[in-house]
């Protein structure tokens, strides 16, 4: 009785399998494979006696191979090794063992179609890591010439955490790497403090966020570190975007500032709160094309922590703190460790008249910006020594985050205030649901792909703009300005004591599976020809 499986057949002489993919002697196999499991394998192909079952054991074997992967037994642990593809030499780092790799490997696809990721910002990275850890070969373009320090401090709540090691347990290793909580353990499932900035920065409220609390990161470490993660020659720096190009087949043309051009079946923007991308998908005209100003600027700093003990004592400069005050608001929390404090003063201001987002600031501005405020909140600007005015901008409405088979992510697609600590982990959320449908067995083909991103922007434009327009309200909140808390001190604590919960608790398996299944109600819907 026929399996229907002859096109995996590896016997000796099968007749539809080409020459050179039949089996190789035993010797010769062996040498390559090497281990029990590998022999084994190689007897049962030579076997007089083949039975159904092995025949199946041969299947499992040759589409293991095909795949580029073969198989292995140490420590009496069955792997799986990756082979660099055409190069016939096995990778020494096991998948399901994870152990580092300087250049990682591009594994080999069935998915027939090809992307380009531009922007190589933490939404972008994560992606392509998610990806080509999937599978699906990726490459990614940044802007950047150089890296830089631009607003270097993020942090991090439970649902980010999660969404980092379900996108790819090696992004959540290089976090953990570097990131900072709480510096004292009675406070290791505090989000944050919020303080009387307004006065001696007595205790508002400690935001609980359970098993936990808040992490976090220098963003541009972070970054390299997710570099190191894709395999060489996938991240590409110095590539500006100026256009896209609509291709005959459905695909784009990306040009770049430096004349060069790339073609792709799919484009998924990541380049940030300036995107070019968003320009492009919505239309230059567009209002919802352009950030808008959210009438607030900030003042940025980092100082070495043993600085910081000495300006605010070890509570106020190991732990994270809030200082609310009279439409201002001060942030600090440790990173890299402990070994530096991140600082944030935030102003509010009706219109912002510069060209520029960043302008150069002095001390005595700064002073006069925050004239009238607490002695904490004064001891925390104090420590600005090279001030610059950050206009703060954000994203908070969009009619959709696709069109074909170009869609966006991250801050691309909404950019946010700082003032839920919720933006950044938006991107790693984007990347999980992304990763999850592109790798759905049932997109295969480009043609697929629209039905995915149909899905993603159903999913996803919901929950992220609500993130965008909930961390205005809770800047003004902070602000002692907020429509329903005004500077009442006990109905802001009520407000920020039940504020987050929606963002750090989602189910994120929960996300997925809607996801998928949208995708498969669209593709139901519009079938495929």
Known sequence: MSLGLCQYHTLPNCPLVPRSERPRSRASRCGEQQGAFAAFVLRVQYSARASPLLAVVRLLYSTAKR?????????????VQQRRAGHGQDRDAKMGLRQESIHPVMPRSEKQFSIAIVGGGLAG???????????????????????????AGLVFAKNSMVAMEKISPDIYKAFAKRSSGQGWESKKTTYMDYRDGSTD?????????????????????????????????????GKRLVAIDNRPDGGYTLRWADGQSTDADVVL??????????????????????????????????????????????????????????????????????????????????????????????????????????????????????????????????STFYKGRFAL????????????????????????????LLEDERVVSAAHVEDALE?????????????????????????????????????????????FHWIWHEDLDQQVQQAKSKMREVSEARPIK
């Not at 990275?125 to 631009?150: C, F, H, M, N």
């Not at 912002?352 to 925390?380: I, L, N, T, Y």
């Not at 919901?462 to 006990?490: A, F, H, Q, W, Y």
């Open 67 to 79: 795949r580029g992967y073969v198989v292995s037994q140490s420590n009496r642990v069955l792997g």
């Open 125 to 151: 990275l994560s992606l392509a890591i998610g990806l080509v850890q999937r599978g699906i070969p990726v490459q990614i373009y940044e802007g950047a010439t150089e890296w830089t320090d631009a607003g």
């Open 201 to 237: 920065g007595g205790l508002i409220t400690s935001v609980i966020c359970a098993n936990t609390g808040q992490e976090s990161v220098h963003r541009t470490l972070f970054a390299k570190d997710l570099v190191a993660l894709l395999p060489s020659g996938t991240f590409h720096m």
């Open 269 to 398: 923007g990541s380049d940030g709160i300036k995107s070019k991308c968003r320009q492009l998908l919505l239309g230059e005209d567009s209002p919802e094309a352009v950030p808008k100003f959210a009438k607030e600027f900030a003042y940025r700093g980092m100082v070495p922590m043993e600085r910081a003990i000495e300006v605010l004592g070890e509570e106020f400069a190991r732990n994270s703190m809030v200082n609310i005050g009279s439409n201002c608001l001060t942030t600090t929390y440790p990173v890299e460790k402990g070994t530096l404090l991140n600082l944030v003063a935030c102003r509010s201001i009706d219109t912002w008249e510069h060209d520029e987002w960043v302008v150069p600031s002095s001390q005595e501005a700064v002073r006069k910006d925050f004239a009238g405020c607490g002695p904490v909140m004064q001891k925390v600007i104090s420590m600005m020594d090279k001030p610059a005015m950050w206009a703060l901008f954000d994203h908070p409405e969009c």
């Open 409 to 436: 992510i991250g801050d691309a697609a909404h950019a946010s205030t700082p003032h839920q600590g919720a933006g950044c982990g938006q991107a790693f959320e984007d990347a999980l649901v992304m990763c999850s």
């Open 455 to 499: 899905a993603y922007d159903a999913v996803r434009r919901p929950r992220t703009l609500k993130i965008v327009n909930t961390s205005r309200e809770n800047g003004e909140i902070c602000m002692m300005r907020g429509e329903d808390t005004g500077d009442d001190l006990g109905k802001i604590k009520a407000t920020l004591d039940q504020r």
